[in-house]
């Protein structure tokens, strides 16, 4: 028979277990595969590929942050608005595309830091800047995530992977133009009041 345990032995197993460490159970880079009927090579292409415009879509995302809170002028209370949904909607794509990448059995670039060295959009002033100069840095942002995604889409169904090009193409390229296009026409030169 065994021996009944003692109360102090009992408070041990409630006790939380911290400061574990161990060995990663997957490096970055390396692929787990997949049951999903897709080839190695279109799987570690796709995977590559979604980290760079994870890592671009992340940065375009924090820009946005930067803006919103930064933003100055007449047009504040709309831009504060309008900086804030865009930076709402860059979050939901941004987990749309790092779930793809684990579902593809890769690994998705998570931490501020691995995506600073990651993102071809260049890095801005910590300082605060005009409206134009906010939307001229945006707007060049979403372009280099467009032309990236669209040659991706292409080489994703190229490649038999018609689910990142469907991805690229319904959800980043679709939501990039339009954001785009809000954005846009508040750099278009039209009289306020009087028209000329
Ligand atoms: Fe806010």
Redesign the pocket.
């Known amino acids: 028979m065994s021996k009944p345990r003692s109360a102090g032995t009992r408070a041990e197993r409630a006790r939380p277990i911290d400061h574990q460490a161990a060995h990663e159970i997957q490096a970055f880079g390396h692929l787990a595969r997949l049951p999903i009927a897709l080839g190695e090579n279109a799987a570690r292409l796709s995977v590559a590929n979604l980290n760079q415009v994870l890592a671009d879509t992340i940065t375009l995302r924090d820009l946005y942050k930067k803006h ?2 930064q933003v100055a002028g007449p047009t504040f209370y709309q831009l ?1 608005l309008l900086f ?1 949904k865009h930076y709402e909607e860059l979050s939901e794509l941004v987990d749309t595309i790092a779930e793809r990448i684990q579902s593809l059995g890769g690994i998705s670039l998570a931490m501020a830091a691995d995506v600073a060295e990651t993102t071809i959009v260049p890095r801005p002033p910590k300082g605060r800047e005009e409206v134009p100069v906010q939307i001229s840095r945006l707007l060049h942002a979403h372009e280099i995530v467009l032309e990236e995604a669209r040659t991706m889409a292409r080489q994703a169904a190229e490649a038999g992977d018609d689910g990142t090009s469907d991805l690229l193409v319904s959800d980043v390229i679709r939501t990039n133009e339009k954001q785009v296009w809000f954005v846009s026409e508040h750099v278009v030169d039209v009289p306020l009041v009087k028209a000329r």
Request: charged share 25%.
């Open positions: 919103h809170w504060h804030d």
